[in-house]
């Protein structure tokens, strides 16, 4: 009987890093699980065990912290059933660069940047490697006030995953390299920045299940970007077509309807 793949998923005690934490159980792989929150994560786990066959271990670590990510990443790189690293756990703030700490800008770019890097090249380097899949966004794409970090960061995620496929493509390695673009999904991140969901059209809104299986389904047919929704492919189409002078024109007028939408006495800046 062959050996059960390894799933490794990052920020996997809620939102879309659970939801892959349930559809890769469903496709008969083995997980570990990794976030800070014991809890949530035994929460998921408990879920998964009542519904799927899947081993499923935990490992609870901040990975904006050096120990975190190093103890996460040997792992990585040393499990014999490894398979797919889904690089996941992530989040966002709200407001201005100059007027958000410092500190939660540089947990965001260790966070974003320093774990996806060094999970990725522990993936990489282990033998049995099928795969890796970064999370990034639709905000990858361009730029927004009160979302500087974020936006950068996610960039970065973009051309680090399509840069990997490019080089591992010249190096005829079969291992698959997806940067999963999702625009508004139903979530806790939103929460977190205490986001006013009813500032964006429901329309934009997607479920976690949808953006996954989209991811995954990408995935089986080695599909480098993946951006879930019709409406967020055009919006990309158009990002990437029309003069970075326009981009950065209708970004202000989105930042300040949002702005207003939170802080209905704010004037406008700028």
């Not at 625009?183 to 977190?192: I, N, P, R």
């Amino acid at each position: 009987m062959p050996e059960r793949r390894l799933a490794v998923i990052t920020g996997a005690s809620s939102g879309i890093g659970a939801e892959f934490a349930r559809q890769l159980a469903a496709r008969g792989y083995d997980l570990l699980l990794a976030a800070r929150r014991e809890e949530r994560l035994k929460s998921v786990v408990a879920e998964i065990v009542s519904r799927y066959s899947a081993g499923v271990e935990i490992m609870v670590a901040d990975l904006a912290m050096d120990a975190g990510r190093h103890r996460l990443a040997e792992r990585v790189r040393t499990a014999g059933n490894f398979a797919l690293l889904v690089n996941n756990a992530g989040f966002g703030t709200n407001g201005f660069f100059t007027e958000v700490d410092l500190e939660s800008q540089d947990r965001m770019h260790r966070l974003h940047v320093l774990a996806t890097l060094e999970l990725t090249h522990a993936a990489l380097a282990n033998p049995s490697a099928q795969g890796v899949i970064n999370v990034a966004s639709v905000a990858s794409f361009g730029q927004a006030p009160s979302n500087v970090s974020y936006c950068a960061t996610k960039t970065w995620i973009a051309s680090f995953t399509n840069g990997l496929a490019t080089e591992l493509a010249m190096r005829g390695s079969p291992i698959r390299m997806q940067a999963l673009c999702p625009g508004y999904t139903f979530s806790e991140f939103h929460d977190v920045t205490k986001m006013n969901r009813d500032a964006v059209p429901k329309f934009l809104w997607m479920t976690a299940q949808f953006v996954v299986a989209e991811s995954l389904r990408g995935f089986d047919r080695g599909q480098v970007f993946v951006i879930p929704g019709w409406h967020y492919k055009f919006l990309v189409f158009l990002m990437r077509a029309v003069p970075a002078s326009w981009l950065r024109w209708f970004s202000i007028r989105l930042a300040e309807r949002r702005r207003k939408a939170h802080h209905p006495q704010a004037a406008p800046r700028g």
